[in-house]
């Protein structure tokens, strides 16, 4: 007879509340994903430097219409608090002074993926769909394309698209804001 134990799901507020008892600290690389503690996998160069140059494009191109909010974290519900490397976010930058920003605030989510692929194709996407994120995009570096999705539904997205090198892309809510694909590819 296989038992499956009860797991113990964790809230945004539990969880703030580790942070500031010392349970968790700032060195922790964790998320929290449907009220599970997840370790998140460590940023190598090339990770790190797509998301600085995916950085530098945006702010220019945006300005003030949106806040670039860079590897922080976005509160999506009650028992999930992941941290995407980049959303776009309404503005302004002061109404996430006292509290992080939540759904109702995100434009677009974009992961960084060379090793987490899987990851963010399934659990995190399945999750952004879910909470309502009107975009997601998926920078596959293996895969030298950017992966689109748009039109979230509780059973996932209802367009996807994948852009490779040469095509371009446009946040859905700056359609004026076209960027090649090779700029963030490199």
Known sequence: MVVELARRRFTVDEYHRMGEVG??????????????????????????????????????????RAVVWVQMPVRLGPRHEPEPDLALLRPPLGRYAKQLPGLEDVLLLIEISDSSIAYDRGVKLRMYAEAGIPEVWIVDLEGNAIEVYREPTSAGYLDSQRVTRGGRVAPDAFPDVPFPIDDVLG
Do not use: K, N, W
Request: glycine content about 8%; proline content about 7%; overall charge negative.
């Open 23 to 64: 349970i968790l600290s700032r060195d922790d690389r964790v998320e929290l994903i449907d009220g599970e503690i997840v370790e998140m996998t460590p940023i190598g160069p090339r990770h790190a430097f797509r998301v600085a140059t995916l950085t530098q494009r945006l702010v220019p191109l945006l300005g003030d």
